[in-house]
């Protein structure tokens, strides 16, 4: 099984029944962008808590099939579950962008453990709204120099991000 079926499955088991097989036909028939709205809408209809880790996954996964940008709010209203030691990643809130001309880089995840972010990259457009879509994702830490990372590697930044970092050397992943 790859990494994203086993993810989809994953998220699969939030759901009632009837909504979970749905969900599975939405990929099975090449419908993920369906099948990610339809996620996150049982998930706030059912009041679903999620960890803070499965809501930054189902993020990347939604930015990977384009629409973080539609489910980004409804995403963010989705019920936590309390549990901070759940794992590792969370979204970050009312992140602001630092702009590197024509660049404006917004910080999207981070691990809950060091000071290690995620930032989605973009253009800003002739109009002065940013692209909707990231162009690259940017890795930093205080201590480490800059990573990027190209649209097809996104994967790659998270598993990067989660990598083990210098303070808690000791612990398999962050």
Do not use: N
């Amino acid at each position: 099984m790859t990494d994203e079926a086993a993810r989809w499955d994953r998220y699969a088991t939030l759901l009632p029944p009837a909504e979970a097989q749905e969900f599975r036909d939405c990929r099975q028939i090449g419908e993920q962008e369906a099948g990610l709205d339809l996620l996150v809408a049982t998930l706030l209809e059912h009041r679903v808590p999620i960890s803070d880790t499965t809501r930054a996954e189902i993020a990347v996964t939604a930015e990977e099939w384009g629409v973080w940008a539609t489910l980004a709010p409804a995403l963010g209203r989705c019920v936590g579950d309390g549990d901070p030691g759940d794992g590792s990643l969370k979204l970050v809130e009312r992140a602001v962008g630092v702009t590197a001309d024509p660049f404006v880089v917004v910080p999207w995840l981070a691990c809950t453990r060091c000071d290690r972010t995620l930032a989605r990259m973009h253009h800003r457009e002739s109009w002065g709204d940013l692209s909707l879509a990231a162009s690259r994702y940017v890795l930093s830490d205080r201590d480490e120099p800059v990573r990027l990372f190209e649209r097809e590697a996104l994967w790659d930044a998270v598993t990067e991000l989660r990598s083990p970092c210098g303070r808690f050397a000791r612990e398999p992943r962050c």
